[in-house]
């Protein structure tokens, strides 16, 4: 018996629907013994609320990885989060709005891909936390404990969670990030979820239209060539 063949692609597509600018973003990988695609779909957030301390930069800088080693221009590229007042540490919630085109019971992977520096964790802890919808308590995945000091580090957090756990009948899926002190600050580079779904189907899937101005990645389905 061979072995099957697969054809790894990826796609960045960007279009205007009802107003509102889509990016459509596809990491494809075709196996042509089963004849479907496993796709990786990036969803980027659609709202930031600050509820402690304050931030600077567009909500956009957190949809691509740009930023590596000890860089720090363009500062267009990412986000800074700090403490201001009298406040003890920094707390903000981002929003992610997952395209009702993708079945949810599809999705048998989930993570969060994030683009970070900082200080060291022993200095300013900072994590990240994902909402449980339905108990609606917090679900740690990660901090800055391997992070440099103030050197670009990339994590790929995975959330054990399963997608009816975390996403709302809304659609929405929520991330806390905090900090538990107000000696410095941290910035973000990217900061988005990674769904993986298996058995895509060879219809066309039509992502729909957010309210966010600065768009969802969402996916299409891709054929090996």
Request: proline fraction near 5%; include cysteine.
């Amino acid at each position: 018996m061979s072995n099957p063949s697969s054809i790894w692609q990826l796609y960045r597509i960007f279009v205007f629907i009802g107003g509102w600018l889509v990016t459509l973003i596809v990491v494809s990988n075709w196996s042509t013994e089963a004849g479907q695609a496993a796709v990786t779909l990036v969803v980027v957030p659609s709202e930031l609320e600050t509820i402690r301390g304050e931030r600077i930069g567009q909500l956009a800088a957190l949809h691509d990885a740009e930023l590596n080693e000890w860089a720090w221009e363009p500062e267009t590229a990412y986000m800074r989060f700090g403490i201001t007042g009298a406040a003890t540490g920094h707390e903000s919630i981002l929003t992610y709005t997952v395209p009702v085109s993708v079945e949810l019971t599809a999705v048998n992977e989930m993570g969060l891909l994030v683009n970070w520096r900082g200080p060291t964790a022993s200095e300013q802890r900072w994590w990240w936390e994902v909402r449980n919808v339905q108990t609606g308590q917090w679900y740690l995945l990660g901090d800055n404990t391997n992070g440099q000091t103030w050197r670009w580090t990339t994590w790929s957090l995975g959330i054990p969670l399963s997608p009816v756990e975390v996403i709302d009948d809304e659609r929405h899926l929520f991330i806390r990030y905090q900090a538990d002190n107000n000696s410095n600050e941290s910035a973000l580079d990217q900061l988005v979820i990674e769904l993986t779904v298996n058995g895509v189907p060879s219809g066309t899937v039509t992502p729909a239209p957010t309210s966010s101005p600065s768009g969802v990645n969402v996916y299409l389905p891709c054929i090996a060539l």
